[in-house]
């Protein structure tokens, strides 16, 4: 069993910068691919980026270099940092996580993830 839970969403105006984090419990970071997902009102659950044990890291293509995602293996702990937010990355960020055995590739695919943590808001303004 994995535990998540995010923290560090909120309100800022377009261009702004926010971090996210992911409390990661139960699990070891062997094998374990942990991914950013969002959803928006209204739209359909997307993927944002996904990290595996090893460092390797996936993103989508509307990422286009202002999002990157990195993980504290000490702490546990994986983080997204958002720059020059634009209203349209208004939403709701969950994180996720599965055995890497579980999934084709550590990407938003037709496997889903088998953990998910409760979200963190981000709320961007124009």
């Known amino acids: 069993q994995v535990h998540l839970v995010e923290s560090g969403g909120g309100s800022v105006q377009s261009g702004g910068s926010l971090t996210l984090s992911c409390a990661a419990s139960?699990?070891?970071?062997?094998?374990?691919?942990i991914g950013w997902f969002r959803q928006a009102r209204g739209k359909e659950r997307e993927g944002v980026a996904f990290i595996e044990s090893d460092g390797t890291t996936n993103y989508a293509d509307f990422v286009n270099g202002r999002f990157t995602i990195s993980q504290d293996t000490s702490a546990n702990t994986i983080y997204l940092h958002l720059h020059n937010l634009e209203p349209e990355d208004t939403a709701m960020y969950f994180c996720?996580?599965?055995?890497?055995?579980?999934?084709?590739?550590?990407?938003?695919?037709?496997?889903?993830?088998?953990?998910w943590g409760q979200g963190t808001q981000v709320t961007v303004s124009s």
């Open positions: 996720a996580a599965d055995w890497l055995a579980h999934l084709p590739r550590c990407i938003d695919g037709p496997v889903p993830f088998s953990f």
């Open positions: 139960g699990h070891t970071y062997s094998s374990v691919c």
